[in-house]
C-alpha cells in the first residue's frame, strides 16, 4: 500500500522560501514517478513539478526558476524547495506517485503573504 505524507508548509512573506517534503512508503521514489500539485481555492489543481524513475525533470513555467523538485532515495522523500515565493503561490501542496495507478498525499498549506 502506497503512503504520501506531505510536510514543510506554512505561512511566509512575499520572496521567501519553503522545502516541502513527501515521505513515501510503499513505493521507491528513485524507481517511480513521483509529482507536486498544488490547488488555490476555486481553482484546478494544477501539475507544479515532476521527476521521472530516469531523473528528468519539468516544471509549470510559473515556478520555472524558483522551484526545485529533488528526492532522496536513502529517506524515501521527494522534496520540492520553494524560492522567490509569490502570493499567487498560495495553494494546497498536493505529493503524487504514479505506479500502476495515482496515489495522493493528503497536502500541506502554503500561504505566502504580501
Known amino acids: 500500500q502506497v503512503q504520501l505524507v506531505e510536510s514543510g508548509g506554512g505561512l511566509v512573506q512575499a520572496g521567501g522560501s519553503l522545502r516541502l517534503s513527501c515521505a513515501a512508503s510503499?513505493?521507491?521514489?528513485?524507481?517511480?514517478?513521483m509529482a507536486w500539485y498544488r490547488q488555490a481555492p476555486g481553482n484546478q489543481r494544477e501539475l507544479v513539478a515532476d521527476i521521472t524513475s530516469g531523473g528528468s525533470k519539468s516544471y509549470a513555467t510559473s515556478v520555472k526558476g524558483r522551484f526545485t523538485i529533488t528526492r532522496d532515495s536513502a529517506k524515501n522523500t521527494v522534496y520540492l524547495q520553494m524560492n522567490s515565493l509569490k502570493p499567487e503561490d498560495t495553494a494546497v501542496y498536493f505529493c503524487?506517485?504514479?505506479?500502476?495507478?495515482?496515489?495522493w498525499g493528503q497536502g500541506t498549506q502554503v500561504t505566502v503573504s504580501s
Open positions: 510503499g513505493i521507491s521514489v528513485r524507481l517511480t514517478y
Open positions: 503524487k506517485a504514479y505506479m500502476y495507478g495515482s496515489s
